[in-house]
T-cell receptor, first 114, second 114 residues
Framework: DGGITQSPKYLFRKEGQNVTLSCEQN?????MYWYRQDPGQGLRLIYY???????QKGDIAEGYSVSREKKESFPLTVTSAQKNPTAFYLC?????????????FGDGTRLSIL | AQKITQTQPGMFVQEKEAVTLDCTYD???????LFWYKQPSSGEMIFLIY??????QNATEGRYSLNFQKARKSANLVISASQLGDSAMYFC???????????FGQGTILTVHP
């Protein structure tokens, strides 16, 4: 079955540590997205990528970094510069050829501070 | 800038009854797309329904329908014959036509009572 796989499901970060969240898709989608969700809130866009080797900042990119070396993969690094990283992180992808296609989401990663 | 407003933090409905979840939006774009997603307590985002700004008919998908009133900039979700499994958080979202980015509302928690 095609889909989006996020790992790990739960992640703990120590002060001053960088951590990387994995996102892999086998849907052959060109575009990929990272969102952050705080408790009881909507999703906010961190970074997005339309094609391999290209990505843009979203609304809350500070303290995060991404790479897009392969079409299937879009890892997110939460750096030590992100002072409040505790949140639920969701990765999504979509086809770009048709405007009415929805974003498909992974199951998310819950990040907490130790 | 695009903005989505969901004014109902929580809604309650009796099983088998219909319920309307409100969504208003603000955009200066002529072409845009509106989506509704369901997020159960487990966290995954499930796509429900899509409405394009130029679609003349209101979208329907099974028990879900979208009451699209373009002049009022509203895109309310109607769930008919509510089921216990419909209890979840519901998000309205608008898509940026350039890069497919989604702007989300704050969400509405729906609780279905037996």
């Amino acid at each position: 079955d095609g889909g989006i796989t996020q790992s790990p499901k739960y992640l703990f970060r120590k002060e001053g540590q960088n951590v990387t969240l994995s996102c892999e898709q086998n849907l052959n989608h060109d575009a990929m997205y990272w969102y952050r969700q705080d408790p009881g809130q909507g999703l906010r866009l961190i970074y997005y990528s339309q094609i391999v080797n290209d990505f843009q900042k979203g609304d809350i990119a500070e303290g995060y970094s991404v790479s897009r070396e392969k079409k299937e993969s879009f890892p997110l690094t939460v750096t030590s510069a992100q002072k409040n990283p505790t949140a639920f992180y969701l990765c999504a992808s979509r086809v770009t050829e048709s405007s009415n296609q929805p974003q498909h989401f992974g199951d998310g990663t819950r990040l907490s501070i130790l | 800038a695009q903005k989505i407003t969901q004014t109902q933090p929580g809604m309650f409905v009796q099983e088998k009854e219909a319920v309307t979840l409100d969504c208003t939006y603000d955009t200066s774009d002529q072409s845009y797309g509106l989506f509704w997603y369901k997020q159960p307590s487990s966290g995954e985002m499930i796509f429900l329904i899509y409405q394009g700004s130029y679609d003349e008919q209101n979208a329907t998908e099974g028990r879900y329908s979208l009451n699209f009133q373009k002049a009022r900039k509203s895109a309310n979700l109607v769930i008919s014959a509510s089921q216990l499994g419909d209890s979840a958080m519901y998000f309205c979202a608008m898509r940026d036509t350039s890069y497919g980015k989604l702007t989300f509302g704050q969400g509405t928690i729906l609780t279905v009572h037996p």
